[in-house]
């Protein structure tokens, strides 16, 4: 299977186990089941791979804090009220330095809200989510082949940095099909991860642990951790630009938002109007120097996200005054079209006196 036509989730689970992925531990939500059901069907397909349906998404993140010290590259995947349950577990994997690849794809809310597809888990997954100073990557996919794709960076880049990486889709990327290309086939053997706990015969015992009474020890590994999110921020931040080079006023948007956004500018382009979007793909570590960069030309940037302004303060930061920024959304699970998209560009491109 090289090129097919698949679902988002079905193609994220056919990505992690391209990946290498060992573990995957869940439990059913809309709009994610396809993936947990596309899991238990072909993990097995690899020997000495394990799929559990755990009894509570708090159960299924301490599996996987269970597998990653033991040296697995292991998943779990939610919709946002499971991944809220998910949170203490997610700061006790940051706390110890070790990688995880946890999957939410968005829905509606607060509460239980809606099954529909929604972009407000943005400042949880961004501002870490649980307790502590700690980060996660944060990839934000706009299409099912980037479904696919950042599954696999999601377990290199968790390797690379000893640290939890979520991949923040929506019900929307869930659910269509579209074609998809795999670009590597699962390895054959996996090396065991350096500090995993695989029995000590031969070394002396390690203790991988999240307590210590000593307040200045703490200090110093939050430091450690701040120090390697720096270098996070240095190495990996990506994004995407479309058609700003001679752009009044960029639109910046963020996964099915952005593809959204992409057809209305394609439409308002036919018009005249000069509008061009910029995407962020890693929303953390957010491109904040892209953004300051590109304020040096373009003075007009219109956010919009599906819930009620969370990206929009970290645009707002980045430009540090250096341009105007307004914000149009579509909270609860309301999806709009490009059409209504375009209209709202549109009357502020003509507002601010753009030609």
């Given at each position: ?23 995957y ?53 939610s ?16 706390a ?10 968005q ?11 929604a972009?407000?888990?943005y ?16 990839l934000?996919?706009?299409s099912?082949q980037?479904?696919a ?13 000893k640290?939890?990486v979520?991949?923040?889709g929506?019900g929307?990327?869930?659910?269509m ?19 995993s ?14 307590f ?15 120090r390697?999110?720096t ?24 996964g ?14 036919a ?5 061009g979007l ?5 929303l ?19 956010v ?5 302004g969370q990206m ?5 930061l ?7 920024v ?9 999806i ?7 209209r709202?560009?549109?009357r ?8």
């Open positions: 299977m090289t090129n097919v036509l698949m679902d988002g989730n079905s193609a994220i689970a056919e990505a992690a186990i391209r990946a290498g992925c060992q573990c531990f869940g439990y059913p939500i809309t709009p994610q089941n396809e993936l947990t059901e596309y899991m238990a069907l072909n993990l097995s397909r690899r020997k000495g791979c394990a799929f559990v349906q755990a009894e509570s998404e708090v159960a299924a993140i301490n599996m996987v804090y269970g597998a990653s010290v033991a040296g697995a590259r292991a998943m779990t995947s919709s946002s009220p499971g991944i809220s349950l998910k949170q203490e577990g997610i700061s006790y994997l940051a110890c330095e070790l990688p995880a690849v946890i999957v939410n794809m829905r509606g809310g607060p509460g239980l809200g809606s099954i529909s597809a972009q407000s888990d400042f949880q997954a961004t501002r870490g989510g649980g307790h502590g100073d700690y980060r996660t990557i944060v934000g996919p706009s099912v980037e479904l794709d950042m599954t696999m960076r999601a377990f290199d880049l968790a390797d690379k940095y640290i939890p979520i991949i923040l929506d929307v990327l869930g659910q099909k579209e074609p998809v290309e795999f670009k590597r086939e699962a390895p054959t053997v996996l090396a065991v991860r350096e500090g706990l695989r029995g000590a015969k031969g070394r002396p015992s390690r203790i991988i642990k999240t210590t009474s000593n307040p200045s020890e703490l200090e110093e590994i939050n430091w450690s951790l701040f390697r999110y270098l996070i921020k240095k190495e990996e931040t990506t994004f995407e630009t479309f058609l700003t080079e001679d752009a009044r006023l960029v639109v910046v948007a963020f099915i938002a952005a593809r959204i956004a992409k057809g209305a500018i394609k439409n308002l382009r018009e005249g109007l000069k509008v910029m995407r962020p793909i890693t953390w570590p957010f491109p904040d120097e892209p953004l300051k960069e590109m304020a040096k030309t373009i003075k007009q940037y219109l919009f996200e599906m819930n009620m929009v303060e970290d645009v707002q980045a430009l540090a005054g250096q341009g105007e307004a914000f149009y959304g579509r909270p609860g699970g309301v709009p079209n490009p059409s209504e998209v375009a709202v560009i549109s502020l491109y003509y507002q601010k006196g753009l030609k």
